[in-house]
């Protein structure tokens, strides 16, 4: 039945058929009651069946699912598609291909043979956790957990007849995937909420293994999913604990082995760790990224270290004055990245941040708008085109407009007195003039301001 099954799946998949739900329940029930199967001679004789059909299913599921990548994501999950049936599928390959390496005596003691069946098989539990498919994931490292018996048995591994080095090689490979293998059983403890088997787990990782860039990764980012569960649970201490973690796994591999992402992995660290930690410790973390690791030009980092200051008692205004004017000093201004970091809807970037200091520090705030106005947009926009140029203008000099006459901020001559500089410079740099609805706008901030002056300051 199950090679039945396997055929059935194989066809449809391949022709681009309907995944109908009675199939679909026919393959669970094999995944969760069929295997693993018994070796005996009946078994023996469809061996090649399973092999075949394995690898036609494996590589039929991993195509669809780069299928599926390039497609653009579905406003609802679909039960039907084949992201959603991916991790059983996996699962399914794997445990024919299982099936197939253990009914051979010679095969299953094949080093080269187990090495090939613990990677697959590793790699279909890393998806279902992924997916957060954690039976068919506990179903995967209950058959990779031979593995890890047999690397760990006195009896070698490898033929006596093989040079050293192919000894070595395979041997430093399995320690690899015993380590992988520790780190899933770890991830897998996270999400069942059993962190006592998590700690246990993560403190079998072997230093030498774990040394490697590729599993450092893979110990930040699962680490990093940890803590950043625990912190939604509201767990902090358990959290910050994850994350350090996560933290300490970068930092023991070497920078020039991590790859072109470890960088971005970094910043996903440092944010939650930085909210859940002291502000003190917060504040290390984000010298670190600057000083240790050059991230300190990525706006990532100077948000989150703007956010670290502004959690601080008392305000440093000179702190908050030397980022916000690196971060206007750094950002490379065209019509994409004005629209994302500078005045983007949805993410806190530098109008957003400007924002968030004007209620602790309104002065701060109106020097870093003005500088962004006199110090980067008109001298950077004159390669652009004059629509832009205008709009951009526009939409700074108005928010500096809302900002200097707020409530509970500057005092009415010091504002009047920014915005004729700012205005005047604008004007003799551009010659443009403000839309009507950036005019009117403009105009009844001010008056509205106004109207708590004298008549002599109104008419200036």
């Known amino acids: 039945m199950r090679v039945v099954s396997a055929r059935k799946v194989v066809h449809i998949l391949q022709g681009r058929e309907e995944f109908v739900p009675e199939l679909r329940q026919e393959v669970e029930r094999h995944v969760k009651r069929s295997f693993p199967v018994p070796i005996n001679g ?69 080093v080269d043979q187990q090495l090939r069946n613990f990677k697959i098989g590793l790699k279909a539990c890393r998806f279902c956790l992924e997916k957060n498919e954690l039976q068919l994931a506990l179903k995967l490292l209950e058959r990779c957990a031979e593995h890890v018996t047999t690397a760990e048995e006195d009896s070698p591994l490898v033929r006596m007849q093989d040079a050293q080095e192919d000894v ?14 520790n780190l899933l059983r770890m991830s897998h403890a996270c999400k069942t909420d059993r962190l006592d088997l998590a700690d246990h787990f993560f403190g079998k990782l072997s230093v030498s293994a774990a040394s490697s860039s590729a599993l450092a990764e893979l110990t930040a980012q699962l680490c990093l999913d940890a803590g950043k569960s625990l912190s939604k649970r509201g767990s902090t ?56 690791h050059a991230l300190g030009n990525r706006m990532a980092v100077q948000l989150l270290h703007l956010k670290v200051l502004l959690a601080g008692q008392p305000l440093d205004q000179a702190a908050v004055t030397v980022v916000l004017s690196r971060m206007l000093r750094t950002t490379v201004l065209t019509r994409r990245t004005f629209k994302m970091q500078v005045f983007a809807p949805s993410t806190p970037r530098i109008v957003q941040a400007i924002h968030r200091v004007r209620k602790i520090s309104p002065a701060v705030a109106s020097d ?24 951009w203008t526009e939409k700074a000099c108005v928010t500096l407009v809302l900002v ?40 009844t901030l001010i008056w509205k301001k106004m109207g708590l002056a004298s008549p002599e300051i109104a008419e200036q």
């Not at 509970?408 to 604008?426: G, H, I, K, Q, S």
């Open 42 to 110: 009946a078994t023996s004789t469809k061996i090649s069946d399973f092999d075949t059909l394995g690898c036609d299913l494996w590589n039929t599921a991993t195509n669809l699912l780069r299928e599926e990548e390039q497609q653009p994501a579905p406003a609802e999950a679909n039960p039907k598609t084949a992201d959603a049936l991916l991790p059983l599928l996996r699962t399914f390959a794997f445990l024919l291909l299982d099936t197939a390496h253990h009914a051979v005596a010679r095969r299953s003691k094949d």
């Open 168 to 181: 070595d090689d395979r041997e430093a490979k399995m320690a690899m995937m015993v380590s992988e293998y």
């Open 237 to 292: 201490g358990a959290a910050v604990t994850w994350l350090r973690r996560a933290q300490s796994a970068l930092d023991n591999c070497d920078l020039e082995q991590l790859s072109m992402n470890a960088g971005d992995l970094r910043l996903a660290i440092a944010s939650p760790l930085a909210a859940n930690d002291s502000t003190l410790l917060a504040k290390q973390v984000v010298q670190d990224l600057d000083s240790e």
């Open 368 to 391: 870093a708008l003005e500088q962004l106005i006199t110090a980067r947009l008109v001298p950077d926009l004159t390669g652009e085109t004059e629509d832009s140029s205008k709009e």
């Open 404 to 443: 200097v006459t707020g409530e509970n901020t500057l005092p009415v001559e010091d504002a009047v007195e920014r915005l004729r500089r700012v205005f005047t410079v604008t004007a003799n740099s551009s010659g443009l003039a403000f839309s009507p609805k950036a005019t009117h706008a403009t105009q």
